[in-house]
């Protein structure tokens, strides 16, 4: 628990972490301070409205005083440390700590935290449908809702799955989860941490404050989250492998059976309890199980909420219209060429693949030689179209176009398919903040253009 009654207390940023902060601290007779770096004058008026007496503001230059004056300083995800008026705050010793930190020193519940460059929001969405057989669970972070916000719902010996973002864990000081799980790690977010190695060390600080009861559930095909990669060695240490091997301590797959090994019990279960398609779907499958199993769960429980999942929103999601012969997937999701990479890998030619959006200038040759491999026509839009374009080009990929928006990209793609027809795949390997606020509104997007599209010529609509 954080005392901050009668202290002065920062919140930088007000976006969905930010209200959640505001909203958690009123109750406290805290009126916090909001700091916005930018915002026009419309917005300022604007918010200054929503404020009322509820908090202050600081915008742009105002800032840097407002900061002389905190006790605290909490830290949206989208606000890195080094940011100049954070490490101001730091340098007078004002604490700064994350919503996570927060959030974490009030929950009751068992926090099963995910982290990870892919993998983090499906294998999150598994873990609560897997739990919620168990007793009442939570899917938090992350993903869509703060885990600050959600307090109130959250009651003692309850199961909270946790997508956690590298933002998030650059301001902990306490956080330990009860059992922190890594999907794996390729290079992303570089723009913020500046190498793969410092963005690996931010990862595993998720693990850094946990003791001898908590457990650590990794990716054995990701060497940045080996055994002696974590400074702490305080948590039991299981591992999960989708290829064929030797045993683990944890659990593998050999024969088209899922294999556990937990030490103090071991399990089997058919793999056909995996519906969704894909090698990355298994692993994050695995790391579910193992976990699951930490929980309590039976082997009959845990292989019947796993033949139960079929998938979520915007991860290589099925619209459920065709145009004629051809289908279209929805994987705003990817925000990173990894991310493409794995759907590419899931999908059956021909494609028609959409890409672009605000660039994270994260290395494209992998990726490239994939949509080479297996696309017949790219549709670039948004920020990062330039970069793509030339680095396809230099693949050899000569089917490619560039676009304004998605209303323009969606109909390129689908002539691009004619006659035989085939998949559009909305695939971005960018974040979304060019053109839009979220991966989720752009998928949203996505899909309305589809259904219009559907609609004004004729499409016929089936199931997903």
Partial sequence: ?????????????????????????????????????????????????EAGGRFELAFGAAIGPAVERLDALILSPGVPLKNPHVQRAVE??????????????????????????????????????????????????????PLLGSL??????????????????????????????????????????????????VKRQMAINMDESGFIVANALCG????????????????????????????????????????????????????????????????VIVTAFLMGATAETVAERLSGFT??????????????????????????????????????????????????????????AWIKRKVRHAVLIGEAAGRFAAALAAAGVDSVQLVDNLELAVPAAVEALAPDGGTVLLSPACASFDQYGSYEERGEHFKEVVAGLAGTTGGARAGG
């Fill in 152 to 201: 109130a719902e959250i009651g003692e010996g309850d199961y909270v799955a946790l997508e956690v973002s590298s933002y998030q864990l650059e301001a902990i000081e306490r956080f330990a989860p009860h059992v922190a799980i890594y999907t794996n790690l390729t290079p992303d977010h570089l723009d913020r941490h500046g190498t793969i190695e410092e963005y690996a060390r």
């Fill in 92 to 145: 007078r010793g004002i604490p700064v700590v994350s919503e996570l930190e927060v959030a974490a020193r009030n929950c009751p519940g068992y926090l099963l935290a995910v982290t990870g460059t892919n993998g983090k929001s499906t294998t999150t969405k598994i873990l609560g449908h897997v739990l919620s057989a168990l007793g009442p669970s939570h899917v938090l972070g992350n993903i869509g809702v």
């Fill in 224 to 287: 940045a989250f080996s055994r002696d990669s974590f400074e702490n060695n305080k948590p039991t240490y299981l591992q999960y492998r989708s290829v064929p091997g030797g045993r683990l301590h944890g659990a593998w797959v050999a024969n088209n059976m899922i294999h556990v090994d937990l030490g103090y019990e071991r399990h089997e279960l058919s793999l056909d309890c995996v519906k969704l398609p894909g090698i990355h779907n298994i692993e994050n499958a695995l790391a």
């Fill in 1 to 49: 628990m954080i005392n901050w009654l009668g202290e002065r207390v920062g919140v930088y940023g007000y976006g969905r972490t930010g209200k959640a902060c505001v909203d958690y601290l009123r109750p406290q007779l805290i009126s916090p301070v909001v700091l916005i770096d930018q915002a026009s004058p419309e917005q300022q008026a604007a918010l200054n409205t």
């Fill in 311 to 368: 998938g979520y929103e915007h991860r290589l999601e099925r619209c459920p219209q065709t145009l004629g012969n051809v289908r279209f997937f929805n994987d705003s999701k990817a925000t990173n060429p990894e991310a493409t990479i794995t759907a590419l890998k899931a999908m059956d030619p021909p494609l028609a693949l959409i890409l672009g959006g605000r660039d994270k200038m994260t290395d494209l040759a992998e990726m490239c």
